[in-house]
């Protein structure tokens, strides 16, 4: 079972605790391994959607298109983790993504993301499809 995780490294001033839920779009682009071919677009996987394909479920089901052979992706159980302070400005694991048939070539960051403010508690949307700056008015 090949499983890929998806690290990330951030600088946190004034934030902790950049977390996700369960409903979170993890955007990617994706590579078939027998074809060698790209998706032109964009993919997401959500741990809360599913779709039966025999006997077993997956986050996703998706067919080569050179090919035809169908390749799935499954978010690991409890492989959502936290990025906390601790790991502001260091590589950290956030995810992992057991796939059969196809791999992650690209991760899209964009909403999904929640920051916590250290002194305040206040908790905020983020949106890390481009640099992310923002004030809290403690």
Not at 99 to 124: A, D, N, Q, Y
Request: proline share 6%; glycine share 6%.
């Amino acid at each position: 079972m090949p499983l890929f995780t998806l690290y990330l490294k951030m600088d946190l001033e004034n934030l902790t605790d950049i977390t996700t839920g369960p409903d979170m779009r993890w955007y990617m682009k994706l590579k078939f391994s027998h074809s060698g071919e790209e998706t032109d677009k964009e993919i997401y996987v959500c741990a809360l959607e599913e779709t039966q394909h025999g006997k077993n479920s997956f986050h996703l089901v998706i067919k080569d298109p050179l090919n035809r052979r169908e390749a799935t992706v499954n978010i690991v159980k409890d492989s959502m983790k936290p990025y906390t302070e601790d790991d502001s400005g260091r590589w950290a694991p956030v995810i992992t993504f057991d796939c059969r048939g196809i791999e992650p070539v690209e991760f899209i960051p964009g909403m999904g993301f929640t920051g916590k403010h250290p002194k305040s508690g206040t908790e905020f949307e983020l949106d890390l499809s481009d640099d992310y700056a923002e004030f809290d008015d403690e």
